[in-house]
């Protein structure tokens, strides 16, 4: 077992296989700057699947057990189908799972779920058609998602998790109809407290939905009542309705802080080593993979970053505000949330 300097082992794997993506929400990858002519990564600078598998390789050799591949948005990836494939022979990977905004899947999930893919969570901030184009940057509205959440379904990825921002004055109302949509059908919403993830999204302490005032919503209409967590380091809190009807998950990254038991590692589209969702600067794997490095330097290069992490931003995050220090973060789309 990997340990960094708080004890915290590592355990869970995040791969960013690009950096491109078809929506641009304004909290992620903002149309204003995101537009035609900005440029994304070159092709020889992106690791490829090979890389990709090898680098999953080492890490389970240092405790990694779950693997979520991510973006941007991971299905513009072409023939993504035969990374599953590759991650999912992997020794030791024991949960295969991938984040999407779904609006490519219905065509692919059987596809996905044939090549080893275990579990698929779904970015879906409202069911509101107005709200959805106008979240999504893109004027898209939902059909296509909630048709690749059907299609998931019927290929067996399940369960499912539906991911929702929730954003004060932007989609909190149609929050409650979001939860009872999907209860009773197995799938689990989580709803994800709005985080100051990179540098252009403009957030500030208002625009945050407190967790407790998400339960509070849904219980008041659908009544819950809390449950334990499926594993240690789980980042949603989990509450399921008292009808038996399912459950929901919150995460509340602002307001409950869960850095002590955090066990990611991040890998950035373009082969850096991240040990944070709000860290400034990432350690280039790709470079010495691409310079010759065997395995066993490559598990020394990842162990001592990983030994030496003490990152606890979210923990911080209020005195970092007050003193106005909070530093450059990198983007999400790079390493995936």
Known sequence: ????????????????????????????????????SYKFLPKDEILTFEEIARLTRIFAGLGVSKVRVTGGEPLLRTDLHLLIQMLANVDGVEDLTLTTNGYMLAPRAQQLKDAGLKRITVSLDTLDEEIFRQMNGRGFDPTRVLDGIQAAETAGLSPIKINSVVQKGVNEHTLVDLARHFKGTGHIVRFIEYMDVGNRNGWKWDQVVPAQEIVDLIDAEMPLEPVESNYPGEVANRYRYLDGQGEIGVIASVTQPFCAGCTRARISTDGQLFTCLFASRGISLRDPLRDGADDAQMTEIIAKVWSNRTDRYSEERTDLAATQNAPQKVEMYQIGG
Do not use: W
């Open 1 to 36: 077992m990997t340990t960094d300097t708080l004890g915290r082992r590592l355990h869970d794997l995040r791969i960013s296989v690009t950096d491109r993506c078809n929506f641009r929400c304004p909290y992620c990858m903002p149309a204003e700057v995101f537009g035609e």
